[in-house]
């Protein structure tokens, strides 16, 4: 079975650009979240939907946005880069909202901001 | 506001050693605690996952105990293995909330 798949793996964009991260859960799984990890620190929540609806946000700005489509696969779309936004950006799958909650990461997409 | 830290930040030892991590998170109504693991540029990978109601999870060399009234859990390794060089991330999950992650322990396990 495939696991979490991120496209694309890698991209060079500069300020004031915009991007699109694209995420395909586990098959069966309905959640997905995406996180942003900036060199030497832990993943930070950014957005979370369930059945296409955004169900947890974040402290990140509105030039951040997400949505979820019928296939359960996710984009995620920042506007207006900023150099502060070149991080591994890593979306996550799970089955539900809560139970039984784990988590299963893809391999991320890594966005440098020039 | 859940926050999660992990002690210590880098940890180097020789291969075969027996070893422990540690996690500590202030809010302690947690729903579950996640160990992952992640190597150099790459996504995280899923070691063990604790619920609330358990106190410990084994897969293979790896133990994760968890005891939520102090805030602590610890992730053993046994018999390290240069193949365990990774960093280690513990992640935990309140209700209603969405995970929080500390950020890791960097091991590497010398030959």
């Known amino acids: 079975d495939a696991g979490v798949t991120q496209s694309p793996t890698h991209l060079i964009k500069t300020r004031g650009q915009h991007v699109t991260l694209r995420c395909s859960p586990i098959?069966?799984?309905?959640?997905v979240s995406w996180y942003q990890q900036v060199l030497g620190q832990g993943p930070q929540f950014i957005f979370q939907?369930?059945?296409?609806?955004?169900?947890g946000r974040g402290n990140f700005p509105d030039r951040f946005s997400a949505r979820q489509f019928p296939n359960y696969s996710s984009e995620l779309n920042v506007n207006a880069l900023l150099l502060g936004d070149s991080a591994l950006y890593l979306c996550?799958?799970?089955?539900?909202?809560?139970?039984?909650?784990?988590?299963?990461f893809g391999e991320g997409s890594r966005l440098t901001v020039l | 506001k859940q926050e999660v830290t992990q002690i210590p930040a880098a940890l180097s030892v020789p291969e075969g050693e027996n070893l422990v991590l540690n996690c500590s998170f202030t809010?302690?109504?947690?729903?579950?605690l996640q160990w992952f693991r992640q190597d150099p540029g790459k996504g995280l990978t899923s070691l063990l996952l604790?619920?609330?109601?358990?106190r410990e999870q084994t897969s293979g060399r790896l133990n994760a105990s968890l005891d939520k009234s102090s805030g602590r859990s610890t992730l053993y390794i046994a018999a390290s293995q240069p193949g365990d060089s990774a960093t280690y991330l513990c992640?935990?999950?309140?209700?209603?909330?969405?995970?929080?992650f500390g950020p890791g322990t960097r091991l590497s396990v010398l030959p």
């Open positions: 809010d302690s109504a947690i729903y579950n």
């Open positions: 604790i619920q609330s109601s358990q």
């Open positions: 992640a935990v999950l309140n209700y209603g909330q969405n995970f929080v």
């Open positions: 939907y369930y059945e296409k609806e955004e169900r």
């Open positions: 098959s069966g799984h309905k959640s």
């Open positions: 996550a799958s799970s089955f539900g909202l809560a139970y039984p909650g784990e988590l299963f």
